[in-house]
């Protein structure tokens, strides 16, 4: 399916489709409040606004779905106040079902990234995780986001997918599609019905809608000039982690998630985590943005 034509086929579209992937979303995508994914989440801070990080006291997280960033940037003690938007209500009621888990305290308000209802200067970093390729006008986007960030507040989003590196990614994701049936028959495991962490097969279907956008770094660096930032910077993160990942990720979505092994998921774990320092130490330092699956961008609101 392709992404439907208007905006507000693409705001329907995104709603209803995380609406029903809210429940599993984080069993899909591994997402951990613990050590490691606080880690995570702090190295990909650390690669756009350097070390040691700031602390914020008023931050506000655009597409926070179960809160992955904000609950682990909470926990690490660098932001003070939290708030978190999506356009989608059941992701959000995840997001604060994690948070009474956590004991973190975390307001959550479900609305349009377009028409933010929050005062002018109001938060200090404005930031999001793989949410910018989802929303429909990024020029109003980006308006809103200078809108409510403070003179000399911070704008950071990670996870937007580049639109080289989207391309690249379909190799391994579709190597993997082909030796699927034998790898499940090498450990014994079932086929998975299609969209069982999707919220089902007809919320699945929705999910070749969802994304709208890839970047290239220009793309991302204009949106932010454009609506006023300064200091833009973008930069890419993940190569041969992306490949691995998405290998092992397409072959264990075909999978019964009972059947797949421990000691398989820990290989896959453990591959990636160390792909992303070859990445990080080698790669991202000397090699174009581009060409990474994920681009970052940080800037600065102008200080009056």
């Given at each position: 399916?392709?992404?439907?034509?208007?905006?507000?086929?693409?705001r329907d579209v995104n709603?209803?489709?995380?609406?029903g992937?809210?429940a599993?979303y984080?069993v899909?995508?591994?997402i951990?409040f613990?050590p490691?994914?606080r880690?995570q989440?702090?190295?990909?801070?650390?690669?756009?606004?350097?070390?040691?990080?700031?602390r914020?006291?008023?931050s506000?997280?655009?597409g926070a779905?179960?809160g992955y960033?904000?609950l682990?940037?909470?926990?690490?003690g660098v932001?003070?106040?939290a708030?978190c938007?999506?356009i989608s209500?059941?992701?959000?009621?995840?997001?604060?079902?994690n948070?009474?888990?956590?004991g973190?305290?975390v307001?959550t308000?479900?609305?349009?990234?377009e028409a933010l209802p929050?005062?002018d200067?109001a938060?200090?970093?404005?930031?999001?995780?793989?949410?910018?390729?989802h929303l429909?006008n990024l020029?109003?986007?980006?308006?809103?986001?200078?809108?409510?960030?403070?003179p000399?507040?911070?704008?950071?989003f990670?996870?937007?997918?580049?639109?080289?590196?989207?391309?690249?990614?379909a190799?391994?994701k579709?190597a993997?599609?082909?030796?699927a049936?034998?790898?499940?028959r090498v450990?014994?495991a079932?086929?998975?019905?299609?969209g069982?962490?999707?919220?089902?097969?007809?919320?699945?279907?929705?999910?070749g809608s969802?994304?709208?956008?890839a970047?290239v770094?220009?793309?991302?660096q204009?949106y932010?000039a454009?609506?006023?930032?300064?200091d833009?910077?973008v930069?890419g993160e993940?190569?041969?982690?992306?490949?691995?990942?998405w290998?092992?990720r397409?072959?264990?979505?075909?999978?019964?998630?009972?059947?797949?092994?421990?000691l398989w998921?820990q290989?896959?774990?453990?591959?990636y985590?160390a792909?992303?320092?070859?990445?990080?130490?080698?790669?991202e330092?000397?090699?174009?943005?581009?060409?990474f699956?994920n681009?970052?961008?940080?800037?600065r609101a102008?200080?009056?």
């Amino acid at each position: 399916m392709t992404a439907p034509g208007t905006a507000e086929e693409i705001r329907d579209v995104n709603t209803r489709y995380h609406d029903g992937a809210a429940a599993d979303y984080d069993v899909k995508w591994g997402i951990d409040f613990g050590p490691v994914g606080r880690g995570q989440v702090l190295g990909k801070l650390r690669k756009v606004l350097g070390s040691p990080l700031p602390r914020f006291a008023r931050s506000l997280e655009i597409g926070a779905g179960t809160g992955y960033f904000t609950l682990n940037l909470l926990q690490a003690g660098v932001l003070g106040e939290a708030t978190c938007t999506d356009i989608s209500p059941g992701m959000l009621a995840t997001l604060e079902a994690n948070a009474g888990r956590l004991g973190l305290e975390v307001a959550t308000r479900a609305c349009d990234a377009e028409a933010l209802p929050f005062d002018d200067d109001a938060f200090d970093l404005v930031f999001g995780h793989a949410v910018l390729h989802h929303l429909p006008n990024l020029d109003v986007a980006f308006a809103e986001f200078r809108r409510v960030l403070a003179p000399g507040g911070t704008v950071l989003f990670a996870g937007e997918p580049s639109r080289v590196g989207d391309r690249i990614a379909a190799y391994p994701k579709r190597a993997a599609g082909r030796v699927a049936p034998a790898w499940r028959r090498v450990l014994g495991a079932r086929p998975a019905p299609a969209g069982h962490h999707d919220g089902g097969s007809a919320n699945h279907a929705l999910e070749g809608s969802v994304d709208v956008h890839a970047f290239v770094p220009e793309e991302l660096q204009r949106y932010a000039a454009g609506a006023g930032f300064t200091d833009v910077r973008v930069r890419g993160e993940e190569l041969l982690a992306n490949w691995f990942g998405w290998a092992n990720r397409a072959l264990e979505s075909t999978a019964e998630p009972a059947d797949v092994p421990w000691l398989w998921r820990q290989y896959a774990f453990r591959g990636y985590l160390a792909l992303q320092e070859v990445d990080r130490r080698l790669l991202e330092p000397r090699l174009p943005p581009q060409i990474f699956y994920n681009l970052m961008l940080g800037a600065r609101a102008p200080r009056e």
